[in-house]
DNA sequence: CAGATGGGTTCATTCACCGAACCGAGGATG
DNA sequence: CATCCTCGGTTCGGTGAATGAACCCATCTG
């Protein structure tokens, strides 16, 4: 967690975890980066945080693997940030806590995760009640759920309120 | 998350859920709750945290119902830090998050979950591979991995080396 | 050439975390 | 009955991270 003092003391795989994606804004990028955002700008927009701190998480997330940077187009050179394998395997972390963060102290469910072969609701681990098996984060199909925002101010959350697959790239409407 | 700027304009419930349980320390208070682990003093012995920040943490934790704060001694007064349902609720994220730490970033497994049933290791989510079914919080016993330290300092981590059920309070003994 | 866009860096202020010291109630010890 | 010890904190000065606003620079666009 590069912190004064970080859990190194602590012998324990959550704690290990916790000093990689434990930090402030971490877990949201991460969040984004499985919704399909992609760029400095759209994260920057959508999470509302301190460019500075968003570019030392992006730097970080990078150095640990748990996103890529890359080249998408030359002149202006523009790079982008996509998940890799290490970073899809987080879904099931953020499945869970968002699913503790609804039950305990949402009222409305803001989105929804469907498998996109067969359109049921995800489980509470990730599976297909419907298949009966695990559906890999590439099926999962998001769609808006009841309590979502209908007009949300930045383009960000606009695009994110279309029935999109994970990791699918973000697409932005001039608008 | 009591931060300058909060998670609030996030409309997301991972988002709520981190402002919660998001802060340095927490999730390993509640982990450590999770293994039976009940009294100040052993929390701060076992994390190593600063004693204003615990103390902090086991507030914010009572008052949004993840622990419980309950008087077990009269004389004198003693109080523990239990785990509610919501608390234990959280299991199913410090397992996801354990597990990617793990596969992603450790070595050895440090602790290992079995079902106390039938003595089968907990697959990926939980459940138990051999009777097919989520295991509860209260059936998950845990044993020492092969790369946990077998002579720690702490007398805590050292009442922890003896496989116990989650939930069930943690015995120091006096040495 | 002026302005916009994308992706940052710099900087002063604020705020949380840190560790050490202190504190008070209530046994235990001699 | 004076002292020490334990438990569960609070207080406090110092440090480092987060914040938000401003600035920067290369490249398009009008």
């Known amino acids: 967690m590069a912190l004064g003092k ?19 804004w971490t877990l949201l990028v991460v969040r984004d980066a499985l919704y399909g955002v992609r760029r400095y700008n759209d994260f ?9 701190v968003l570019a030392a998480r992006l730097q970080t997330l990078t150095s ?4 890529e940077k ?5 002149s202006p050179p523009r790079d982008e940030y996509v998940v890799t394998e290490r ?8 499945r869970a ?20 072969d067969c359109g049921t609701e995800l489980g509470p681990y990730g599976e297909c009640p419907a298949c009966g098996t695990i559906v890999p984060v590439r099926d999962v199909l998001m769609v808006p759920g009841p309590g979502l925002d ?24 001039p608008a």
């Open 70 to 74: 890359r080249r998408y187009q030359e």
């Open 44 to 52: 920057l927009v959508h999470l509302g945080a301190p460019r500075a």
């Open 87 to 94: 970073g899809i395997a987080l879904w099931p972390t953020l």
């Open 64 to 67: 640990e693997g748990i996103l």
């Open 6 to 24: 970080d859990y190194a003391t602590q012998e324990c795989s959550i704690a290990r975890a916790l000093e990689i994606v434990g930090e402030r």
């Open 150 to 173: 209908p007009d949300p101010a930045d383009p960000v959350s606009r695009a994110l309120l279309r029935p999109k697959r994970l990791l699918q790239p973000l697409e932005i409407d």
């Open 97 to 116: 806590l968002g699913l503790w963060g609804r039950e305990h102290f949402g009222e409305e469910q803001l989105r929804c995760f469907r498998h996109a």
